[in-house]
C-alpha cells in the first residue's frame, strides 16, 4: 500500500472524521441537516465496513488489509493497522449499532450538532482501537474515545451527569496511564535485547521476557483493560455512567465500548504476556465467576430498569471474561461470540428502556405494570431481548453461554458450576423485571395513555432484533472466520512456553483442549 | 581575535525594536498607538526569519562568552514564539485595562532579549546579564496594571523574591569562579575533571547555589511560593508570557549551565533532584487541585510541568535533553492559549477568573471554549494533542534510562491534573450561568493567537516528528 493512498480500513476509520468535519460547517438551525449528515456517513461507516468484511479471507488466522506507514521514524511509532479474526466481528457491530444510535437519538433536541460531532468522532476512536496494532497508536484511539464519551455523558446526561462522568474519565484513565508506561518500558525492553526499537504489536508479540517483568506489565495492561470490562471489583464507575448517559451513550457504553476490554485482554495483555497471563488465569477466572453472580445478585435487587441493565452487564461479561482465561477454542470462541450477543442484546435492551423512558420520563419497575395492552409491539420485542440476554436456546445468547462454559467445563469444573448458577439468576431477575413491567393490572392511569412503538422505532429496533435471531440460529458464518485466528492465538501462547513457572496450574487441561 | 557580531543578530534585532517601539512611543498619539504592537510583532517576525537562517551555525562572540548555535537558536524561537502570541493576545487587553501600550510592548522585547541573552550565554556573567535584564522587564510587567492593586502586590512580591533567587545565583557564581578561576563555562568544566568527591567544599555550594537560583527561577518545590501570587496578580497576558517564556529561559540557562556543563555535579547529587522533581509535580498538583481561580490553578498547574520537566534533568542528557526541549514548545503553544482566553474573559470591574465565569461558555462562545477545552485537555495529556505528545516523551525518557518509578509517578500525578482541568470543561459545557455575552472582549487578534495557539497544539499532538527531530538537533549541537 502505497503511503499516501487510504487503504480499506484507514478509509473506514476516515469517513466518521469527514462526516464530523461536515457537520461542523452546516449552520446550527439546520438541526435536520445535521442528523441527515450524521447518519450518511455512519450508514456509509456501515457499508464500506461489510466490504471488508467481503474483502476478509475467512480462512486465515493472520492479520488482513495490513497498512503500515512510518509516522515517528526515530522512535519506530507507525501507523500500522490490520484485522483479523477476533476484531472483524467488533469492527462491523460497532458500523452496524452506530447509525441505530444516531436514530435512536431523535430526542435530543438540545446542542444536536455538538452531540452529533461527538458521536461521530466516538465512532472513530472506537474503531481505531479495533484495528490498531501499533501499541502507541492503540493508546491515542483507546484515550481518544474518552472525551466524546465524556461529553455525552456529561452535557446529555440525567442529573448526576457530572459526576458519573468524571468518575467515568477518572476510573478509566487511571488504569490507562498505568498501561502507558508499560508500553513504552514493553517497547524499551524490546529494543535493548533485539536492538529493534518498535511499537508493533506482532513483534512485541515475539519477545520473550522472563517472568517477573511479564507478571508486572500484564498487571498494568489488565488492570486499564479489567477497569474498561468492568470486572469486579472495578466495575463501580458502570452503573454510575449507564444510568446517567443518554440512551445512545448507554447503547454504545454498553455496546462497544466495553467490549474494548475483553477485546484488549485478547488482542494484547494475553499474546504480549502469555506467561503471565496464563499464571493469572486462576485469579481472574475466580473474580469472573464473583462478577457473574454478584452482578446477578444486584442486579436482581434494583428499582431503575437501566440499572437492572447495567448490573446485567458486569454479570454477562463476567462470561466472556470466564471463557476469555480457559485458553481453549470453545471457551475463547465463545468469549468472542457473546461479545458480540451482549453488545445486540444489552444495546437493545438500552434502546428499549430508552423508548420508554422518553413516553413516562421514569425508569422504575414499580411505575409500569400491565403494559402488554397498551404497547404489544413493544412488550413482544422485550420480551425476545430479554430471552436474548438470558440465553434461551434459538437466540444467540445461547450459543455464546454454551461455548464458554463448555470451554470452561474442560478446565475448572467447580467455576464452571458457579458460573452456571449465575445464568439461572440471569433468568430470574429478567423475567422478574419484565413480569413486573409487562403484566399484571394496567393500574397507573399515566401509562394509559402510552402510544406503542412508532415506524421510526420499530425501525431501529428490526435489524438489531434479526441479527439476534440470525445469529441463533445460524452462528456458523461467525464463528468460522473467528476461529483461524483464535487457533493462531493460542498456538502462540502456547508454543513459548519457555517460562517454567508459566502452566502449573492450569495449562495441563489445556494444552488438551488445544488440539484442533 | 576577531569580532563575531554574528551571534548577536537575535538579540539585538530584537533589542532594536524595542528601542524603536520605546521612542516612538514618545511622538504617538493616544489612538495611534496600535501601530507598537505591529511593529513589535514585525521585530519579532524578522528576527524568527533570523534564526531560520541561522539555523546549523556553530560560532562564538566575545571569546565564547555568547555562542551562536542550534540550541540557542531553538530556544530563541519558543521566545519569539512567546512574545508574538503575547503581544496579540494583549492589544486590545492593554488598551482596556489603561495598561501604557509602548512601555508593555517595549517591555516584552526587552524581556526576550534578556532570554535570547540567557540560552546563547557560555559565561556566567554573560548569563547573569541577560537574567537580570530579563527578571527586571518581567518584574515592571507584572505590575503594569497600576489600576489593580493586586497588580502592584504581586510585582513587589515578585521582585522580593526575584532579588532573594539572583542573590543565590550570585553567590554561587562567585564561589564557582572563586574555586576554577574563571567565569567561562568552558574553562570552568575543563577545571573540573576530579569527580565530585574531590571538590573543594566551596565549590560545591557554588553549585548548590545555583541549582537553588535556577529552582526558584523555574518555580521547582520548595522555592515555589512566589508563583501563585505573583501568576494571579499579573495582566493575564503576562502571566502566560511568564509562564512560559520565563521559564523556558530558566531550563535553557539551567540546561546549558548545570546539565551540560556541570554535568559530573548533576550524576552525582542525582538524588535531591529526584526528590525535587517528585515534589514539584506532587505538590503542584495537589495544590491546584482546590483553588476556585482558573488563573490560580493554572499558576499551580505550571508548578506541576515543571515538575514533569525535571523528570527530563533528572534522566539526563542523552535521553532527557531533546525530550525537555520538545516539551516546552508544546507546552508553549497550550499554556499562551489558555491564558489568552483568560484574558479575553476578564472584565473592567473585577477580575473574571473563577471556575464559575466559565459557566456555560461553550455554547455562548463556541470558539473559545472549544479552544480551551484543546488546551486544557493537551495539558491534561490527552492524545493526540502536543501535550500528550510532550509526556510520551518525557515518561519514554525515564524508562529508557531505567527511571521507571518516576515514569509512574509522573502518569499518577498527570492522572490528578486530569481532575483540575477537566473542571474546566465541566463548567464551560455542563453548567449554567457565568459570564454575560457582553463581558468578553470583542478581539479579533486575540482570536488569532488562540487560532495558532490551536493550530500548535493540534499539530505537534498529530505531526510531531519534524519538530523532535529539531529538538533532537538543537540539544546535541551543546558542545
Known sequence: MAAFALGNLSLLLAIPVIGAMLLVLIPRQKSKAHFTCALFFTSLAFLWSLNILNQFDGAKGEMQLVERVPWMRFYGIEYLVGIDGISLFLVLLTTFLMPIAILASWSVKDKIKEYLFFMLILETGMLGAFVALDLFLFYVFWEVMLIPMYFLIGVWGGPRRIYAALKFVLYTMAGSLLMLVAIIYLATRHAQLTQVLTFDLLQLCDLHLPFHEQVWLFLAFALSFAIKVPVFPFHTWLPDAHVEAPTAGSVILAAILLKLGTYGFVRFAIPLFPAAALAAAPVIIALAVVGIIYGALVAMMQADIKKLVAYSSVSHLGFVMLGLFVFNLQGVQGGIYQMLNHGLSTGALFLLVGMIYDRRHTRMIEDFGGLWKQLPVFSALLLLVTFSSIGLPGLNGFVGEFLILLGAFAVTPGWTAAAATGMILSAIYMLWMFRRVIFGPLANPENQKLKDLDRREILILAPVVALIIFMGVYPQPFLSRVKPSVDLMLKRVFAIQGMPTAVNNTAGGETKNDGR | ?479
Not at chain 2, 533570523?50 to 555568547?66: C, H, I, P, V
Not at chain 2, 503542584?284 to 515538575?307: E, T
Request: hydrophobic residues 55%; glycine residues 10%.
Open chain 2, 1 to 479: 581575535m576577531d569580532v563575531n557580531l554574528l551571534p548577536l543578530l537575535p538579540a539585538t534585532q530584537v533589542l532594536l525594536t524595542a528601542l524603536v517601539v520605546m521612542l516612538l512611543d514618545l511622538f504617538l498619539k493616544e489612538n495611534e498607538k496600535g501601530l507598537l504592537a505591529w511593529i513589535g510583532l514585525l521585530g519579532l517576525v524578522l528576527c524568527g526569519v533570523e534564526t531560520m537562517l541561522l539555523w546549523g551555525s556553530q560560532d562564538g562572540a566575545f571569546g565564547d562568552t555568547l555562542l551562536l548555535d542550534n540550541f540557542a537558536l531553538f530556544f530563541t524561537q519558543i521566545f519569539l514564539g512567546a512574545a508574538g502570541l503575547t503581544i496579540l493576545a494583549s492589544i486590545h487587553y492593554v488598551r482596556e485595562t489603561r495598561i501604557n501600550e509602548g512601555e508593555f510592548y517595549a517591555l516584552i522585547l526587552f524581556a526576550t532579549v534578556g532570554m535570547i541573552v540567557m540560552a546563547a550565554a557560555n559565561d556566567l556573567i554573560v548569563f547573569f546579564l541577560g537574567l537580570e535584564t530579563m527578571s527586571v522587564a518581567v518584574y515592571i510587567l507584572t505590575g503594569m496594571w497600576r489600576a489593580s492593586s493586586r497588580s502592584s502586590e504581586a510585582a513587589m512580591k515578585y521582585f522580593l523574591m526575584g532579588a532573594f533567587a539572583t542573590g543565590f545565583l550570585l553567590y554561587g557564581i562567585a564561589l564557582i569562579y572563586g574555586a576554577t578561576g574563571s567565569t567561562n563555562l568552558n574553562e570552568i568544566s575543563a577545571n573540573l575533571v576530579e569527580p565530585m568527591t574531590e571538590w573543594p567544599l566551596y565549590l560545591a555550594g557554588g553549585v548548590l547555589l545555583l541549582l537553588i537560583g535556577f529552582a526558584f527561577k523555574v518555580g521547582a518545590v520548595p522555592f515555589h511560593f512566589w508563583i501563585p501570587d505573583v501568576y494571579e496578580g499579573a495582566p493575564t497576558p503576562v502571566t502566560g508570557f511568564m509562564s512560559v517564556a520565563v521559564k523556558a529561559a530558566a531550563f535553557a540557562a539551567w540546561v546549558r549551565i548545570l546539565m551540560h556543563k556541570l554535568s559530573p555535579f548533576d550524576s552525582d547529587w542525582y538524588g535531591p533532584l529526584w526528590l525535587m522533581a517528585i515534589a514539584t509535580m506532587t505538590v503542584g498538583n495537589l495544590l491546584a487541585l482546590s483553588q476556585p481561580s482558573v488563573k490560580r490553578m493554572l499558576a499551580y498547574s505550571s508548578i506541576a510541568h515543571a515538575g514533569y520537566l525535571l523528570i527530563a534533568l533528572v534522566v539526563g542528557e542523552e535521553w532527557g535533553g531533546p525530550s525537555l526541549l520538545f516539551y516546552l514548545v508544546t507546552y508553549a503553544f497550550m499554556t499562551v492559549g489558555a491564558f489568552a482566553v483568560l484574558a479575553s474573559l476578564t472584565d473592567q470591574d473585577g477580575p473574571r477568573e473563577n471556575y464559575s465565569d466559565f459557566a456555560g461558555l461553550g455554547f455562548k462562545r463556541p470558539f473559545l471554549a472549544a479552544a480551551m477545552s484543546l488546551f486544557m485537555l493537551s495539558l491534561a495529556g490527552f492524545p493526540p494533542l502536543a501535550g500528550f505528545t510532550g509526556k510520551f516523551y518525557i515518561f519514554r525518557s525515564a524508562i529508557f534510562a531505567g527511571h521507571t518509578n518516576l515514569a509512574i509517578i509522573g502518569v499518577l500525578n498527570s492522572l490528578l491534573s486530569v481532575i483540575y482541568y477537566l473542571r474546566v470543561v465541566v463548567a464551560m459545557y455542563m453548567e449554567e450561568g457565568g459570564v454575560e455575552g457582553k463581558s468578553f472582549r470583542q478581539s479579533p487578534y486575540l482570536y488569532i493567537a488562540v487560532a495558532l495557539a490551536v493550530f500548535g497544539t493540534v499539530y505537534l499532538g498529530i505531526i510531531p516528528a519534524r519538530a523532535l527531530e529539531w529538538s533532537r538537533v538543537s540539544f546535541f549541537s551543546l558542545d
